[in-house]
């Protein structure tokens, strides 16, 4: 009874070391504890690259061998393609019948990128709506949380808003109470008030302890609980309430923010990438062009870390004696610049090396890929034939 963790990223081209540091690595970390969906969010891909559909097909299953090259175990996470789930499109059209336009209008993100990406027509209906489309893939799965960076914590947010609104407007009858408190007092009048106690400890900050400790008192309560009573209680622990859909928490997961090749972030679309799987020597050369200190040009001349991408990435992929060998050298102009970035390439090298030995009996068996994304697929098919059923049922839609 792991609690559910949902996250996808877009096949938008090869994924980078941003990519593996921002998300891929806590990805890894989440597959332990938690019952984890990943899934290529192709679609989400579309809402701005609907020019480029050979991007995207070029990408689908390689960023699949990119996840697994990194550690991610297809035994552990349900790996899938979310336009194999038609399931979502219909939670989607549903969901937005009663979305207000100022909710999507209002999401920061939306501004953002219609401002950045400039040379992309983003005036779409898509566009507007991945939000919601992205509200759909985590409320399908009963997610209950959601690893986010700060820029995602807002759609996280209008996923609860609206999964609040449905509930609202469709949740289930007003015995739902009433068969909860029944539950619940099967539990015995002491672990019932520790249960509720954990209940709302999890509803306020989302603490994956309080979870924990109430799943535990259902548990421990197997004997005298029916399978109903066992499932009624831990959606209300979860916040489901009476409702049908399960309003998810933000999972905030400390990650690294990686600078690319010319200090500012790494992102495709600045062309200051190192993919995951790049040459070697190619990765070589890379850092070797890298701009350092602009106010070092001579090698006698003294330097200032701070003013270098190459000690951004020190920050990421040195040790301590390392560190402290760099801000020694560069600031007494004691070694030079390609002195300085020879333990980055030794690090990125080495970090890439079990990518690239891993993903080497993908690419030569890309079936074994596939099949791995159809188990997970008909895994991920299961709970959203199962959330639909729910969700047309609370709605009527069934003639
Ligand atoms: P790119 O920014 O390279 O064009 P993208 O826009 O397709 O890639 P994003 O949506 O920006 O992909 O990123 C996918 C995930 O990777 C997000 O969780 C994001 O926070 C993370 N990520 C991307 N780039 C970086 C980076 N340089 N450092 C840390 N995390 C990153
Ligand atoms: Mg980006």
């Not at 597959?31 to 991007?55: I, S």
């Amino acid at each position: 009874m792991r609690p559910r963790v949902l996250s996808g990223m877009r096949p938008t081209g090869a994924l980078h070391l941003g990519h593996y540091h921002g998300a891929l690595k806590n990805w890894v970390r989440l597959q332990q504890d938690y019952d984890c969906f990943y899934f290529v969010a192709d679609w989400h891909a579309l809402t701005t690259h609907y020019e480029d559909r050979e991007v995207i097909e070029r990408n689908v299953y390689d960023m699949v061998i990119d996840w697994i090259a990194a550690g991610l175990d297809p035994e552990k996470a349900t790996i899938f393609i979310q336009s194999r789930l038609p399931e979502h499109a219909e939670l989607f059209t549903l969901l937005a019948m009663g979305t207000p336009l100022g909710w999507l209008e209002r999401v920061p993100t939306y501004k953002d990128q219609i401002e950045k990406l400039k040379d992309r027509d983003l005036a779409t209906y898509g566009f507007l709506g991945y939000p919601l489309l992205q509200a759909a893939d985590i409320l399908i799965y009963k997610a209950t949380y959601v690893p986010v960076g700060e820029d995602q914590a807002s759609h996280v947010e209008l996923t609860r808003e609206v999964a609040r609104r449905f509930n609202h407007l469709y949740g289930r009858g007003s015995d739902f109470d009433a068969r909860v408190a029944a539950a619940q007092a099967k539990l015995g009048k002491d672990d019932a008030r520790y249960f509720e106690k954990q209940r709302k400890a999890f509803g306020q900050d989302g603490s994956t302890e309080a979870l924990a400790k109430g799943e535990a008192i259902v548990r421990k309560a197997a004997e005298t609980l029916s399978p109903e009573d066992t499932e009624l209680l831990l959606g209300h622990l979860k916040g489901s309430g009476r409702s049908v859909l399960t309003e998810p928490q933000a999972l905030h997961t400390e990650v690294t923010k990686l600078p690319g090749l010319d200090g500012a972030k790494m992102s495709k679309s600045y062309g200051n990438t190192i993919a995951m799987r790049e040459e070697p020597a190619q990765v070589e050369q890379k850092i070797r062009r890298m701009p350092t200190d602009p106010q070092r040009v001579r090698r006698t001349d003294k330097g200032d870390p701070e003013r270098c991408p190459v000690w951004e990435f020190h920050k990421v992929y040195s040790d301590e004696p390392t560190r402290d060998w760099v801000v020694k050298g560069c600031t007494t102009a004691g070694i030079g610049c390609l002195e300085c970035k020879q333990p980055v390439i030794d690090a990125v090298l080495k970090e890439q090396q079990p990518w690239r030995d891993r993903a080497e009996a993908y690419l030569t068996n890309p079936k074994q890929v596939h099949w791995i994304v159809e188990m997970g697929t008909e895994r991920a098919r299961t709970v959203a034939r199962q959330t639909m059923k729910d969700v047309r049922d609370a709605m009527g839609l069934n003639y």
